[in-house]
């Protein structure tokens, strides 16, 4: 089956610096997408939708500005938190689909903002 | 809006129990239906699916069936596994043709704990 991985898988930050998650689609050309945020006991919230070579659409209430998306190849996205704070902290999750359907998600990466 | 919600968990079975949790919906339109499982450290895995009304998606031994009447989309498997442990989401999609490369509705998921 198609494999979404994600990088790195957990990271720890001071309150100011910016953090960059890469997901990668390993065995597919993902020409969408989309991130993710979890919070504890609580259900996936869709932050935006990326496509490769377009600027992402992000949902309402997602500031662009503090997450930046970056989809500039059919196999890698990235998300940056700029100028992260402990209430950005959160698992972030990723998934990606391609022109055969589907949407598969990567394992997820839990940002904890000291 | 569209909405999903599940019923409230953790789940804790024995081995070879009945299991149900439900779920139901809000949305415009017809959506489609999903069940994703989580197992621990890993991503998201579609479980099971339906595009339409009065359709059943199975997969694994598990089941669901798409209820518009009641905007339900209940999971249940007649004999639960220690490896059935995991976390459940209900979701819909609002895409047309029963494709899950639209946006996703999630629940909250169902915490699963089966017992030998």
């Known amino acids: 089956g198609a494999v979404v991985s994600q990088h790195p898988s957990w990271v720890i930050c001071k309150s100011g610096t910016s953090v960059k998650i890469e997901c990668r689609s390993l065995d597919f050309q993902a020409t969408t997408m989309f991130w993710y945020r979890q919070f504890p006991k609580q259900s996936l919230m869709l932050m935006a939708t990326?496509?490769?070579?377009?600027?992402?659409?992000?949902e309402q209430g997602v500031e662009k500005d503090k997450f930046l998306i970056n989809h500039a190849s059919l196999t890698l996205s990235t998300l940056t938190v700029t100028s992260a704070h402990p209430e950005d902290s959160s698992f972030y999750i990723c998934?990606?689909?391609?022109?055969?359907?589907?949407?598969?998600f990567g394992p997820g990466t839990r940002l904890t903002v000291l | 809006g569209n909405s999903v919600t599940q019923m409230e968990g953790p789940v804790t079975l024995s081995e070879e129990a009945f299991l149900t949790i439900n779920c139901t919906y809000t949305a415009t339109g017809y959506p489609s239906l999903f069940w994703y499982v989580q197992y621990p450290g890993e991503g998201l895995q579609l479980l099971l699916k339906a595009t339409k009304a009065d359709d059943k998606g199975s997969n694994k031994g598990f089941e669901a069936t798409y209820r518009k009447e009641t905007t339900s989309f209940h999971l249940e498997k007649g004999s639960v596994q220690v490896s059935d442990s995991a976390v459940y989401f209900c979701?819909?999609?609002?895409?047309?043709?029963?494709?899950?490369?639209?946006?996703?509705?999630f629940g909250q998921g169902t915490i699963l704990t089966v017992h030998p």
């Open positions: 998934s990606a689909s391609g022109t055969g359907g589907g949407q598969f």
């Open positions: 990326s496509n490769e070579g377009s600027k992402a659409t992000y």
């Open positions: 979701a819909l999609s609002a895409g047309a043709g029963g494709t899950s490369y639209g946006k996703l509705t």
